[in-house]
């Protein structure tokens, strides 16, 4: 299935539900007909109490759930009506993955973790492919560690590795689940950076996150509370490195306020 990127929004989803079946006659209604349009290049966050259906909301965008009921269109096609291995090919070439585990290969190298998806893909010669994933480490700074093994990286590291892994086949939009949520506070900052860099250079970013900070980092955060989307607030670019220090602070301190009167 090939998806077009002449559409201005990424992600439209319309009456979005999302139950999960526990038992005979016992369903859980996760997701209530959510709306959400990320338009291209877009940096988005969401957050809300846990439990409030934010991974969720995640996983039913981007196809690696079914939903229940609605339509999510991703670059215009709509993914509730495609089967499985349409799906897999979109989430393959099309997206990016970064979660707080990230799931890497523990037999393989740093290097051939990050290439592996490229190849799979098969848009790409190979050595175009290891081409992308070099410069994709020198970008992340693991250049060093490319042929350790993966089992010998730190956690900052790995989550590099998941980077260049997400971005290897150049996709369209980035998901991350909490992908900070498992590092230092230096560590995940360097990753915001990283991560920030990535948006700036074009592509669509869709992050869940706890983390006021890393939030801060968004142009638009959404606030999840059982399972519907009931509030948004537009934070603007992040500003340039000169002016981050006073500017960042000041985001941090506006999007704090905005959680306190939503009772977060
Ligand atoms: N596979 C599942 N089967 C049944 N219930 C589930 C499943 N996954 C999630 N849930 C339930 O759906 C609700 C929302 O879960 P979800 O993981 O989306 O929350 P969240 O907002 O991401 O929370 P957290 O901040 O803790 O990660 C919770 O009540 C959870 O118990
Ligand atoms: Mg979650």
């Given at each position: 299935?090939?998806?077009?990127?002449?559409?201005?929004?990424?992600?439209?989803?319309?009456?979005?539900?999302?139950?999960?079946v526990?038992?005979?006659?016992?369903?859980?209604?996760?997701?209530?007909?959510?709306?959400?349009?990320?338009?291209?290049?877009?940096?988005?966050?969401?957050?809300?109490?846990?439990?409030?259906?934010?991974?969720?909301?995640?996983?039913?965008?981007?196809?690696?759930?079914?939903?229940?009921?609605?339509?999510?269109?991703?670059?215009?096609?709509?993914?509730?009506?495609?089967?499985?291995?349409a799906?897999?090919?979109?989430?393959?070439?099309?997206?990016?993955?970064?979660?707080?585990?990230?799931?890497?290969?523990?037999?393989?190298?740093?290097?051939?973790?990050?290439?592996?998806?490229?190849?799979?893909?098969?848009?790409?010669?190979?050595?175009?492919?290891?081409?992308?994933?070099?410069?994709?480490?020198?970008?992340?700074?693991?250049?060093?560690?490319?042929?350790?093994?993966?089992?010998?990286?730190?956690?900052?590291?790995?989550?590099r590795?998941?980077?260049?892994?997400?971005?290897?086949?150049?996709?369209?939009?980035?998901?991350?689940?909490?992908?900070?949520?498992?590092?230092?506070?230096?560590?995940?900052?360097e990753?915001?950076?990283?991560?920030?860099?990535?948006?700036?250079?074009?592509?669509?970013?869709?992050?869940?996150?706890?983390?006021?900070?890393?939030?801060?980092r968004s142009?638009?955060?959404?606030?999840?509370?059982?399972?519907?989307?009931?509030?948004?607030?537009?934070?603007?670019?992040?500003?340039?490195?000169?002016?981050?220090?006073?500017?960042?602070?000041?985001?941090?301190?506006?999007?704090?306020?905005?959680?306190?009167?939503?009772?977060?």
């Amino acid at each position: 299935m090939k998806t077009t990127r002449t559409h201005s929004a990424v992600i439209e989803a319309k009456q979005l539900t999302k139950h999960y079946v526990l038992g005979k006659d016992n369903e859980l209604p996760v997701l209530k007909a959510v709306d959400l349009t990320i338009d291209r290049g877009e940096f988005v966050a969401v957050m809300g109490a846990s439990g409030s259906g934010k991974s969720t909301l995640l996983y039913n965008v981007c196809g690696m759930d079914r939903m229940t009921s609605g339509s999510v269109l991703f670059n215009g096609v709509d993914l509730s009506r495609l089967p499985e291995p349409a799906l897999a090919r979109i989430r393959l070439s099309n997206m990016g993955f970064i979660f707080q585990q990230i799931h890497l290969l523990r037999n393989l190298s740093v290097f051939d973790n990050i290439v592996i998806s490229g190849y799979l893909c098969g848009n790409r010669s190979r050595s175009a492919v290891e081409q992308r994933a070099t410069e994709l480490m020198e970008l992340t700074g693991i250049s060093d560690i490319a042929a350790n093994d993966i089992t010998q990286a730190s956690g900052g590291q790995l989550q590099r590795v998941g980077i260049c892994r997400a971005l290897i086949n150049q996709p369209d939009i980035i998901f991350g689940d909490e992908p900070t949520g498992a590092l230092n506070s230096r560590a995940a900052g360097e990753i915001m950076d990283l991560l920030g860099g990535v948006h700036r250079a074009g592509t669509t970013v869709m992050l869940v996150t706890h983390d006021v900070k890393v939030a801060s980092r968004s142009e638009r955060v959404l606030f999840m509370m059982d399972g519907r989307i009931v509030a948004e607030k537009r934070l603007g670019t992040y500003p340039s490195e000169g002016n981050r220090t006073a500017d960042g602070k000041a985001r941090e301190a506006e999007l704090a306020r905005w959680l306190l009167e939503l009772g977060f």
